[in-house]
């Protein structure tokens, strides 16, 4: 099996919901939700296309070759790649159901764990979402970060201890997902995460907390200040506020807010290893990849995920040769032009 | 009845003048006076479009949770949206004549009334479109804002007379309207009106007096010196004159140069809450929003009025849930990334 | 007969060279030459269209009333229209013929008479063109400005003698023709015009003399400094050279250059009374209008001329109307927004 | 036989390889490697013609008339046009093997001779296509510069020796091949140069070394301190890493890092004697063109490399002649403006 067969498989299965286009870019599915669009006009998916597009990347060729080394140190461990997968659910509704969120689960957490890296996994508006992946996380010896919605702090805190017990090596929390109109309706109150509440939370486990859904310098100060481990710096896929800028085009800003005291993911349409490259010259430590993923594990299970991200490393690879850069480090923003 | 049955509704007797387009926008309409167009070549209301949905909206969940408070301070009354029907007339000559303007006034100032805020009433270049909204507006507790043409001074001042006769809470004048052609042919002379002439209205009524079509910061200079209560940032809908600026891209430099001297309306364009979320942080107080409210009385009289309020309404509290505004006075410029 | 009759008549003769489209802006006829277009691609005549398109007028309604006066001083005569017309020879070859030159010439000069300015008339790679005009410049009491090529010096001293005998109240020298092709194979030489040479002609004669095709802030600075009366800020229509940028574009560092020094004519485009309102803002005196003229001159010979004029000039005084201008002077930088 | 007819036979022998399209833009034939195209998306081609069309040329008539002088000093020798043809190979793969590399060869080397230039010759990665060309090159006298693949530095001296004993007037390295994925699948490995290996091989030989693939100021630079004679500055003709800038809108960066140390090529979209002009005012010394000289081979042999020649000349002197400019030194920034 290769990539193209996994796509190629992919489009068989996933229609009519996800039409698996060249590019995945928001366009063809906008509005859509439950599907997999931007919301609305999908202003807010489609613009992290062309913000990444806008970005170019300097070539430089005068250096003493050496082996692109990618890998990155979190949650005090060394990863091989600085790309994860994003947390999606609800493979019955978002998608067209051929996978079951079991599946889903087992190939997701799985192949991200034989790409060297790991999963981000979700929680939903009905509570089997959250429970069905804590024992396939258990199994994978913790290989995994639970994210969990913002609920009212006692269940958030409830849901984190169940991430401990499983073992998990973080756990993130979606505020994003706030303005999720199909969680309103299934009547679960989600909420803004205020400072203090957040505070407490990361006093409340010895696990690295990151909060997804971060757009401002401010938050992301606040989130440092709370005490949290990272942030990722997500518009939730375009879904839940029209008119959002890129994700991506916040990070200078965002970097220059916090320095060093944040580790900084980011996602939306990020597509290549050129992207994870643009991204981490704008200011990120990783990417999360997310609706990619879903196809790769449509198209070939746990074995689509891993070619998935042999496919992305390998272009990351080659960026970092055509440009001088040994290590993650080395992809600085003097390495791309804006604008 | 829901707003999708109003639309539908509206598309079924609105043709041909106006197409209920799913987006507002100007440009099937363009060049059509009467009829609901932009003058020539539309570019002065295809422009406010482009601009609205070039602002992008920064998400901001790290924050105490509240219900939001869209409540505004205006006229020395309490309105519980920021957002008002601006002045269109002429239902059967911009429009096909299904509504009469009487139906049209019904609708618009009950309709408005119970939305939580009101309608701006328009005159004509034929004098019984004012009177005839004179005795719904006193049937409703004088709650509108009947809008006058330029007229000279004396004729200016008489219908002004007429208005706080019949309790208006204000009174504008749209003075945006000496472009228009239709009252020119009709041979009744508007003017620009003068500081001068200006002061002499504000002095010589009890009402806030508020001229629509202002500009440029200079022009809301003149305005706040001549003791002007507010202003409405307008270019009359793209229709008197090629080329304008959208009128909400003027709204940082008119708020730097006036401050809190005036209040500050703006109108264009404007099609959802988050519209008027950007229109706040770009400076204005409150948005006026004319060619929408019209087909949501065509759809469903004054409960389409309503029931188009509610959806923006909730367009507006969902866009300050997403980043962190409590009150409209949480809607500040950063909060916006412009161009 | 009315303008809409004229471009009716006109679009009745004049094909296949000009297709008199609804917007004359060198899309359709680009690279033809002989024709009408601009050069290659066209982008030098496109050009302009797109960036006068780009500048933004700004309403302002808060001022005195009055008539909006349009006249401007010029060759020691008071002209009642900023807007002159452009000169364009060789009806046969870059039209159809259907108008021979002298048709145009009497026509031209007449009509831009009555309109209440005056046509500068061309000059050609045949030597009767240039000839044929003068017994219709003499019989208009000189009323026109005769524009030369850039012949070498002792030519271009008869040609501007001949100029001075018919009456003419100012000469013009089109020195962007140096790229005309058609000049050069016609085995007549044109050349660039030194400063010292410029100098020479303005000592040698007593007509105020203008070069036109001066793009540059540097070259008009060398203009007023051989003593030139004014200049044409030029690029020939875009037929001579490709990628030029638009002539008005250059106008603010041309008119910061030269301050008070030198008159400053620019055509390129000019389409409406609102574009020469733009023209005028961004800094020239007058506008040159060439293309439009020629179709009005098709469709409604000397009176085509005369209700294009009254056209531009309903336009022009609106735009000012629109915006507190009362003279000419009033029309400066802070009513426009360029980008 | 003419220009036309050149392109006319090319269109007919070169499918479907090549299309020989109206503008040769990097459009139709985007991903096609191997093929003419550029990677991927093609971006990194497309926007070299984007980035050309957007710099605009700036007329100036007004001046001592001269014949504009169009030649060059370089290696020791003058040169009278400042463009050059860039090195392709593989007539067999990236073309429809209508010509071989052996008659490319003969054209381009004898073409560009008689064009008053040089080409630049390629190497592959098979040995025959860099031997086949040195017996072409020596029966020239020398009169061209090969270019050798980043080899290891044993490799890459011995091509060297080769180019030496050929009497090659100097010796380029297209070092931005490293993402080459023919060269790479053919298991002929290539390397990044580093700055020492490239000293090594500055002190090696007696011909100015000319590494070809530097996009930054800082790669400019190290090869300045490497001692080498000048530099291309290349994308690679976009094919070998996506989303590139244009090679000529790093212009300026680099020849303000490297003033005058480095004669700087560049290469990538040029398609005019306008589009050389611009380069030279962005900052280059020279030019390179590749494609188009492909093309006017296949349409007529050396003969077809001369006519297309002289097309870019007379393009270029007309420019020269429209702006003023009497030398190549005066083709400086002023002459442009830029965005």
Request: aromatic share 8%.
């Amino acid at each position: 099996m290769n990539i193209q067969e996994v796509w190629t498989k992919a489009r068989e299965v996933m229609g009519p919901t996800c039409r698996v286009c060249p590019e995945c870019n928001g366009k063809v599915c906008h509005g859509e939700i439950p599907g997999v669009g931007g919301i609305g006009s999908g202003s807010s998916f489609t613009v992290s296309r062309e913000y990444l597009r806008s970005v170019k990347v300097l070539m430089d060729l005068v250096y003493e070759p050496a082996e692109p080394d990618t890998s990155l140190e979190l949650f005090g461990r060394t990863w091989s790649i600085p790309f994860f997968m994003a947390p999606i659910g609800c493979m019955g509704t978002n998608y067209n159901g051929y996978l079951t969120d079991e599946d889903y689960a087992e190939y997701s957490i799985g192949g991200m764990i034989e790409s060297g890296s790991l999963a981000f996994t979700p929680d939903a508006f009905y509570d089997e979402l959250f429970e069905l992946q804590l024992p396939v996380i258990r199994a994978h010896g913790g290989l995994a970060v639970p994210t969990v919605k913002p609920w009212a702090v006692p269940k958030l805190m409830d849901r984190i201890r169940r991430a401990e017990e499983a073992g998990a090596v973080a756990v993130a929390c979606d505020i994003d997902s706030c303005g999720n109109l199909l969680v309103k309706k299934a009547g679960k109150a989600v909420y803004p995460l205020s400072p203090t509440a957040m505070a407490e939370v990361v006093r409340g486990t010895r696990l690295p907390f990151i909060p997804k859904g971060i757009m401002t310098p401010e938050a992301a100060v606040r989130c440092a200040e709370a005490g949290c481990y990272g942030i990722v710096v997500s518009n939730h896929g375009g879904r839940v506020l029209e008119d959002s800028p890129a994700p991506c085009s916040m990070l200078p800003e965002i970097r220059a807010a916090v320095g060093d005291k944040l580790k900084i993911f980011v996602d939306g349409g990020i597509r290549s290893g050129l992207d994870v490259f643009k991204c981490l010259a704008l200011g990120a430590d990783a990417a999360l990849i997310g609706r990619p993923y879903v196809v790769a594990a449509h198209g070939g299970g746990k074995e689509g995920v891993i070619l998935y991200s042999q496919k992305i490393l390998g272009e990351l690879q080659n960026a970092m040769v055509m440009t001088g850069c040994h290590t993650l480090a080395d992809i600085t923003p003097d390495k791309i032009r804006v604008g």
